[in-house]
């Protein structure tokens, strides 16, 4: 592989452990480095233009993987930022921070892992409704409906606690 090629590898696969850090800490480098060990096997039949979706397609099924081999949901962790939420920085305000993104987690644990995770790519990682369809492999009104739907039934479960 040329150095200029290794580079962009490696700033794909940088952003792709940045999602799975959020979403499962303690292994989100072992899956990246499987992603890109896979990627590198078959690279010669990915194109250019969608090689991160690839990358993040191939990311979250190997986290869905484990999953399954874990057989629980307890590690599927998840962080929104709630800056977007407050201004001030005072205890009660960090209090309140930290009970809200709490119920949110547990909220989202509660869920299944295609409607959290829709919410993550939009909400946490700030992904355009095209380009989490590409992922998806389907069409951003079909994303657009499945994030209102996944909204709504967080919303409902934040309401119940």
């Known amino acids: 592989m040329d150095e200029a090629f290794e580079r962009k590898l490696q700033e794909k696969l940088r952003s792709?452990?940045?999602?799975?850090?959020?979403?499962?800490?303690e292994d989100a480098e072992d899956i990246t480095q499987e992603t890109a060990i896979q990627?590198?096997?078959?690279?010669e039949g990915i194109e250019v233009e969608f090689a991160q979706a690839?990358?993040?397609r191939v990311a979250i099924h190997k986290y869905y993987d484990l999953l399954k081999k874990k057989k629980t949901h307890k590690t599927y962790i998840l962080a929104f930022d709630m800056h977007q939420l407050f201004n001030y920085e005072t205890p009660e305000h960090f209090l309140l921070k930290k009970e809200v993104r709490e119920k949110v987690q547990r909220a989202?644990?509660?869920?299944?892992p295609k409607?959290?995770?829709l919410l993550l790519l939009k909400y946490?990682?700030?992904?355009s409704l095209k380009d989490i369809a590409q992922l998806f492999d389907t069409t951003d009104k079909t994303i657009k409906t499945r994030l209102a739907r996944a909204r709504k039934?967080?919303?409902g479960?934040?309401?119940?606690?």
């Open 16 to 25: 792709v452990y940045l999602i799975l850090i959020k979403m499962v800490k």
């Open 39 to 43: 990627f590198i096997q078959y690279m």
């Open 54 to 56: 690839w990358l993040y």
């Open 108 to 112: 989202l644990k509660t869920m299944k």
């Open 115 to 117: 409607e959290a995770e």
């Open 124 to 127: 946490s990682a700030n992904f």
């Open 153 to 155: 039934k967080l919303i």
């Open 157 to 161: 479960l934040l309401e119940e606690k």
